[in-house]
Each structure stands twice: as structure tokens, then as C-alpha cells.
């Protein structure tokens, strides 16, 4: 479920869940590679909980239903995974996008180009139960992506057929003051949209 104005001119991607909505899912989760850090000690497979809470808020639209029309809109959202077999259900990860996004639709054409910005920051309850105590450092993971979407409906089957192009910026890493800086990555970075991930 996403929140929009009735003139957004183009449809969310159903199955991608780094789509802006809220939802609650649960995962079998298994961590795979050289480390299994993140699964604070529970072997390599862990019951984690993967949330999000955001969405598409639209500001402005011009066109008629009978031409083409297109809408500009604000999009935010945060997206975090949370480990069901710690006590606590400790946060793990948590992942911040907000940028702007504009779409267009002509027939049953339609399109949408987002540049937004991402920042990733592990949970303090991870680090501050388990992470710290067996070599994790705190690390702030941010970067800039555009992604573009063209699809077509089917209005006689009901599906439609989308095209996704996306690019990204090379990442950045920042150590907040005071706070334990991250000087491996490979020990304490998590790849957005890997599992254990947004």
C-alpha cells in the first residue's frame, strides 16, 4: 500500500520492495560469505522481520485523462530489518531514501524518473548487544541513485511489462563524531538489497 495523490500518473512496481509503501514481512534469512556477523552469534540462519514505512506524495499535475498527463511528487521512506532471535528483536539495519521523482503517462505508456538519496545505518542494538563486543564498528553508508521506468499495460490481460534502468553514485562512508568509526568495511558494510538488507 502506498499513499498518493489521485494524479499520479504512473503505478508502483508491486514486487519490487524498494518501492515506497508500508509493509510487514517475515524472513528465513541466510547470511552467506565469509562473515555471519549480523546474526549475532544464531548460526547462519536467523528469523528476521523486514518493515518499511513511506510513500509517494503528489504536489503537482498537469494533462487530461484524454492526452498525456504527468505529476511531480516528494518520495520518502525507511526500510529496516530487524533479528526475531535476539531478546530485544534488534535492529540490524535501517535504510533511509528521500528525492523527488516525476512520471508521465500517455495511453497505456508510462513512465517515471526518481533520483533520490540513501543512507544505511546499522541498528545501535545490534552494535551495542553484539556487533561492538566481536569487531563491528559504527559506519554510515550514503549514496545518490536515478532510476528511470518505462512500462505498458495490458488492459485486456491486466499485467503490465516494465523496463528499470537505474544508476548510482559511487558510495560514501562517514564515522559520526565520538561514535566507533568503521575502518574494515568488509567487517561491518552491508550492500543495499542484499539479504539481511533493505
Known amino acids: 500500500m502506498a499513499f498518493s495523490c489521485p494524479t499520479t500518473t504512473s503505478s508502483a512496481l508491486l514486487a519490487d520492495q524498494r518501492e515506497p509503501r508500508f509493509y510487514a514481512d517475515y524472513r528465513r534469512?541466510?547470511?552467506?560469505g565469509s562473515s555471519d556477523v549480523l546474526a549475532e552469534g544464531k548460526g547462519r540462519t536467523i528469523?528476521?522481520?523486514l518493515v518499511a514505512f513511506g510513500g509517494a506524495f503528489g504536489i503537482w499535475a498537469s494533462g487530461s485523462p484524454a492526452a498525456a498527463t504527468g505529476s511531480g511528487e516528494p518520495v520518502r521512506a525507511?526500510?529496516?530489518q530487524f533479528n526475531l532471535d535476539t531478546p530485544s528483536f534488534d535492529l540490524l539495519n535501517a535504510d533511509y531514501l528521500v528525492g523527488p521523482?516525476?512520471?508521465l503517462r500517455h495511453g497505456r505508456w508510462s513512465g517515471r524518473v526518481r533520483f533520490y538519496h540513501q543512507s544505511s545505518h546499522l541498528g545501535d542494538e545490534f552494535l551495542l548487544n553484539y556487533g561492538i563486543a566481536h569487531g563491528?564498528?559504527?559506519?554510515?553508508?550514503?549514496?545518490?541513485?536515478?532510476?528511470?521506468?518505462?512500462s505498458v499495460e495490458d488492459t485486456g490481460g491486466g499485467f503490465t511489462l516494465a523496463a528499470v534502468w537505474s544508476f548510482s553514485a559511487p558510495a560514501h562512508r562517514?564515522?559520526?563524531p565520538r561514535r566507533?568509526?568503521?575502518?574494515?568495511?568488509?567487517s561491518c558494510a552491508v550492500p543495499p538489497?542484499?539479504?539481511g538488507t533493505g
Do not use: K, M, W, Y
Open 29 to 32: 534469512i541466510q547470511f552467506r
Open 47 to 49: 528469523n528476521a522481520a
Open 78 to 80: 525507511v526500510f529496516a
Open 101 to 103: 521523482e516525476l512520471t
Open 136 to 150: 563491528v564498528q559504527r559506519q554510515d553508508l550514503s549514496f545518490e541513485i536515478l532510476d528511470a521506468i518505462v
Open 174 to 176: 562517514t564515522s559520526p
Open 180 to 186: 566507533h568509526s568503521c575502518s574494515g568495511a568488509s
Open 193 to 195: 538489497g542484499s539479504p
